[in-house]
T-cell receptor, first 108, second 114 residues
Framework: GQSLEQPSEVTAVEGAIVQINCTYQTSGFYGLSWYQQHDGGAPTFLSYNALDGLEETGRFSSFLSRSDSYGYLLLQELQMKDSASYFCAVKNEGKLIFGQGTELSVKP | DGGITQSPKYLFRKEGQNVTLSCEQN?????MYWYRQDPGQGLRLIYYSQIVNDFQKGDIAEGYSVSREKKESFPLTVTSAQKNPTAFYLC?????????????FGSGTRLTVV
């Protein structure tokens, strides 16, 4: 089967940097995705890593190590609007399997 | 603008009733999905479809049914066999691919049993 592990919650202050980790166990791995979901809203796609290394998109970066079955999402220059849940996900047999989500609280 | 439309936004179901949640997309995506989300939890896959007139069960299909008669539409029926249906239901679509180009999600339907 597939499983993804990520911390349930993280707290940080405005302007800081935070890292959300994700470890996965899956057969047939193609890549690791990250999604953001604000309270009561729909998830939105942030990034996808198919190869090892760091991908940067503005204030957000995502990292993958396939040999360690591990990835992380890095958020820099945190803003209050970054308070949300963040999900890692892997694609398996044509469908995305999501982790339980990490609730990020950004404090002033 | 292309996107996914889910309706209704809120739905109330009486015990023993079947209810159907609508999901329509105009993104020309081949694949469509239904997920269930409980408070403070991740997204669990109910059903998915990669082609018209074909669909597969996800991890929690019991008590649910779907149809895919048109590429644009993927309605979900919550049957009376689903004993704990109160949850947030999310529909999504994507191109067919082994990589993730990003699912597009609808705004969700919040179902409550009364």
């Amino acid at each position: 089967g597939q499983s993804l592990e990520q911390p349930s919650e993280v707290t940080a202050v405005e302007g800081a940097i935070v890292q959300i980790n994700c470890t996965y166990q899956t057969s047939g791995f193609y890549g690791l995705s990250w999604y953001q979901q604000h309270d009561g809203g729909a998830p939105t796609f942030l990034s996808y890593n198919a190869l090892d290394g760091l991908e940067e998109t503005g204030r957000f970066s995502s990292f993958l190590s396939r040999s360690d079955s591990y990835g992380y999402l890095l958020l820099q220059e945190l803003q209050m609007k970054d308070s949300a849940s963040y999900f890692c996900a892997v694609k398996n047999e044509g469908k995305l399997i999501f982790g339980q989500g990490t609730e990020l609280s950004v404090k002033p | 603008d292309g996107g996914i439309t889910q309706s209704p936004k809120y739905l109330f179901r009486k015990e023993g009733q079947n209810v159907t949640l609508s999901c329509e997309q105009n993104l020309n995506h081949d694949a469509m999905y239904w997920y269930r989300q409980d408070p403070g939890q991740g997204l669990r896959l109910i059903y998915y479809s990669q082609i018209v007139n074909d669909f597969q069960k996800g991890d929690i299909a019991e008590g649910y049914s779907v149809s895919r008669e048109k590429k644009e539409s993927f309605p979900l029926t919550v049957t009376s066999a689903q004993k704990n249906p109160t949850a947030f239901y999310l529909c999504a679509s994507s191109p067919l691919s082994d990589r993730d180009y990003g699912y597009t999600f609808g705004s969700g339907t919040r179902l409550t049993v009364v």
